[in-house]
């Protein structure tokens, strides 16, 4: 008889358009970097919509739209930061179009500053596209998938995952309130359909 176990399963499915801005890693065709550490960027933000179904254990579903944003802002002559901003929001607009061509979104984010220990709230409106800019073409579609199993004494995990993804490029505009407004540039992103799921068991003791 095989011993009692208790599960926990977590699950996504639907769409997300990652993005990030003055983010650290070099990209390809660029110079290595000087040797030692890197300097932390003038400006750092990771943003991550998703739309779709996340379940977080039986009969715990959730559906919407959910918005991720850090913002990490320093200064150019210190290098000390001035601003970290992370920040969440259910009520948002993101559309993504049905061949992951385009998307946008229009969030107003809730937060918490870690440099002032305060409260703060972000606005951010960004656009993607997965035609380039320079040939006019559109990004092919790229299917990925994947699973993985780990299994030691009586623990294990399956993780799995696919997705159809276009390369894109994002841009638009955030703005702290009452702080600055900050021009987000074309930056490398991606237009995402994603499956994803964790499954994991535990012997009981």
């Known amino acids: 008889m095989s011993a009692a176990s208790s599960s926990q399963v977590i699950q996504f499915n639907g769409l997300i358009s990652p993005a990030a801005w003055g983010a650290p890693f070099q990209l390809p065709g660029s110079p290595p970097p000087e040797p030692g550490m890197l300097p932390p960027p003038p400006l750092l933000v990771v943003l991550l919509p998703s739309d779709g179904h996340i379940m977080t254990g039986p009969g715990s579903v959730q559906q919407g739209i959910f918005v991720m944003l850090l913002v990490l802002m320093t200064d150019p002559v210190t290098n ?7 920040g969440n929001s259910t009520m948002a607009s993101f559309q993504v179009d049905a061949r992951l061509t385009s998307a946008s979104l229009s969030a107003t984010l809730q937060g918490f500053d870690l440099v002032s220990f305060s409260p703060k709230t972000v606005t951010i409106s960004v656009s993607w596209t997965a035609i380039d800019p320079l040939t006019g073409t559109l990004s092919p579609i790229t299917r990925t ?7 030691f004494g009586g623990f294990s995990l ?19 309130v009452g702080g600055p407004t900050i021009t987000l540039p ?3 992103a991606t237009i995402a359909r994603a499956d994803f799921g964790i499954i994991t068991r535990t012997p009981l003791a």
């Not at 000390?80 to 992370?86: A, E, G, H, S």
């Not at 490029?169 to 703005?175: D, E, I, K, M, N």
């Open 145 to 151: 998938t994947m699973e993985s199993r780990v299994r």
């Open 186 to 188: 074309p930056a490398p």
């Open 80 to 86: 000390m930061p001035t601003l970290n901003f992370v």
């Open 158 to 176: 399956l993780l799995h995952m696919s997705s159809q993804m276009r390369l894109a490029t994002a841009s638009g505009t955030l703005a702290v």
